[in-house]
């Protein structure tokens, strides 16, 4: 019990990292549906910073189907 009270301590007063997450990081809203979670907009701002392309729109490339279908599968 002591050692926890120890590292207790230690995470309380530990210091920030430099670039670290907002300690809120959603909100919920209550609807006729149900519960509605959102991002804050402090989180999506850093998760911004650390993801390259996060919160860009941009078209959805898809597999175009295609190909030969008499030399698709496995010759027996």
């Known amino acids: 019990m002591e050692r926890l009270s120890e590292r207790l301590e230690t995470l309380a007063f530990a210091p920030r990292l430099e670039d670290a997450p907002p300690l809120t990081t959603y ?22 910073r650390k ?6 729109l941009r078209a959805v490339t898809r597999a175009v189907p295609g ?10």
Do not use: D, K, M
Not at 27 to 48: D, F, K, M, N, P
Not at 51 to 56: A, I
């Open 51 to 56: 993801v390259p392309g996060y919160g860009e």
């Open 27 to 48: 909100r919920t809203t209550s609807t006729e549906h149900g519960e509605v979670y959102r991002a804050t907009q402090e989180y999506i701002t850093w998760l911004g």
């Open 67 to 76: 190909g030969n279908p008499e030399g698709a599968g496995v010759e027996f």
